[in-house]
């Protein structure tokens, strides 16, 4: 069974950038995209990227496209969201899924 685990969120300043990290583990986890999510307070969670192991296409929400982008690399069983010009709107916390697991999740707020 695939496991997932987030780290890197914390406090940022509008505009700024930080890159928040999903490590894997388990024996197939290479088998199963990586899904990025969010929730904010009072909202839904609702979808925010995708990322393959193997270099196929990845998917971004209209919300965050152009300032996320995400990677992966198998050799340290890691994928990233790479987050540029936040704002205060992208204040949630930030899960990865991978199969039917989910992580606990990383608070990221963007604010002054």
């Known amino acids: 069974q695939v496991q997932v685990a987030e780290s890197g969120g914390g406090m940022v300043q509008p505009g700024g950038s930080l890159t928040l990290s999903c490590a894997a583990s388990?024996?197939?986890?290479?088998?199963?995209?990586i899904y990025w999510f969010r929730e904010a307070p009072g909202k839904e969670r609702e979808f925010v990227a995708s990322?393959?192991?193997?270099?196929?296409?990845?998917y971004t929400a209209d919300s965050v496209k152009g300032r996320f982008t995400t990677s992966a690399d198998r050799t340290k069983n890691t994928a990233y969201l790479h987050m540029n010009s936040l704002k205060p709107e992208d204040t949630a916390v930030y899960f990865c899924r991978s199969d039917n697991s989910w992580g606990r999740g990383t608070q990221v707020t963007v604010s002054n």
């Open positions: 990322v393959t192991w193997h270099g196929g296409t990845a």
């Open positions: 388990g024996r197939t986890f290479t088998n199963y995209d």
